[in-house]
């Protein structure tokens, strides 16, 4: 497995979780690596991206609450998730992305983790 996440819960209302992922080669050799999230019978939506250089992206309904961050010694990942709200409970998943193939035949690859469930309830 690339990359395995793991961290999820039930947790209550204003509480807090760590997600984390793990994954099996440098974070260095992804473009970006991210937490995405689904809730059920909703699609897939990003949560938060950190590319291997740029700016850090987080969905609006989750800015000033969830942070990610990374360790590169240990290749791993990390969502910090505080204040959590019911509409926060889903599936999160860990992402990565790097490209493949020179060009022109370049291609964009992804992995994920298989998801850790978060549950916050009222």
């Known amino acids: 497995e690339q990359l395995v996440d793991s961290g999820g819960g039930l947790v209550q209302t204003g509480g807090s979780l760590r997600l984390s992922c793990a994954a099996a080669?440098?974070?260095?050799?992804?473009?970006?690596m991210a937490w995405f999230r689904q809730a059920a019978g909703k699609e897939r939506e990003l949560v938060a991206r950190?590319?291997?250089?740029?700016?850090?992206y987080y969905k609006d309904s989750v800015k000033d609450r969830f942070t990610i961050s990374r360790d590169n010694a240990t290749n791993s990942i990390y969502l910090q998730m505080n204040n959590l709200k019911p509409e926060d409970t889903a599936v999160y998943f860990c992402?990565?992305?790097?490209?493949?193939?020179?060009?022109?035949?370049?291609?964009?690859?992804?992995?994920w983790g298989k998801g850790t469930l978060v549950t916050v309830s009222s």
């Open positions: 950190m590319p291997l250089a740029g700016a850090t």
């Open positions: 992402n990565a992305h790097r490209t493949v193939n020179p060009p022109p035949h370049s291609r964009r690859m992804d992995y």
């Open positions: 080669e440098s974070i260095f050799s992804f473009n970006a």
